[in-house]
């Protein structure tokens, strides 16, 4: 089995719209590897959505084709490869969309989930996350008082008058 946190698939984004699990495959079998699984994922409507997943039969074959095969080509699509993460992982980004169970547009358009989410997942949705309680709010205040944007920087001047078209430029004498 895996060692913790150690993945024997990876993921391969920037696939070309046209390549199936079979064309995958074969691409990644040259270097010798046993390919266990492969899949190409697709919308409902069976459309391709440039990004797959290989499993290997070890987490050193995965880390070794990700070495060899990234930044590798299938026709002219340029394949970026990365450890596949688990749907739970802690290192995953955060949702962002307003439809997404576990973001803050969520939460704030469906107040009744946000309210029936335990203790734990409600700083998650707020965007507090871990070590939140001495961390400054950036919805709050903010960090460092502004510069007073009236004024002047005799640097900032210059700059801006040298960067100027030439036909509005200020001439000196």
């Given amino acids: 089995m895996a060692a913790e946190g150690l993945s024997s698939r990876i993921c391969v984004k920037g696939l070309p719209k046209r390549c199936d699990e079979r064309r995958l495959r074969e691409h990644f079998e040259l270097r010798g590897s046993e390919v266990t699984d492969v899949r190409v994922m697709r919308t409902r409507e069976g459309k391709s959505r440039m990004f797959g997943f290989v499993g ?7 880390e070794e084709a990700r070495s060899y095969f990234s930044r590798s080509f299938i026709d002219t699509s340029r394949l970026e490869i990365e450890m596949a993460k688990s749907r739970g992982d802690s290192e995953l980004a955060r949702p962002w969309s307003r439809h997404s169970k576990g973001s803050s547009a969520y ?62 430029r200020q001439t000196r004498l």
């Fill in 56 to 62: 290997f039969r070890t987490p050193e074959q995965a």
């Fill in 107 to 168: 939460a704030r358009t469906h107040p009744e989930a946000a309210q029936a989410a335990p203790e734990g997942a409600q700083g998650a949705l707020s965007g507090g996350g871990e070590g939140s309680g001495s961390a400054p709010s950036r919805l709050g205040k903010p960090d460092a008082p502004r510069p007073d944007p009236k004024a002047k920087d005799a640097k900032l001047e210059e700059f801006l008058g040298l960067m100027q078209p030439h036909s509005k």
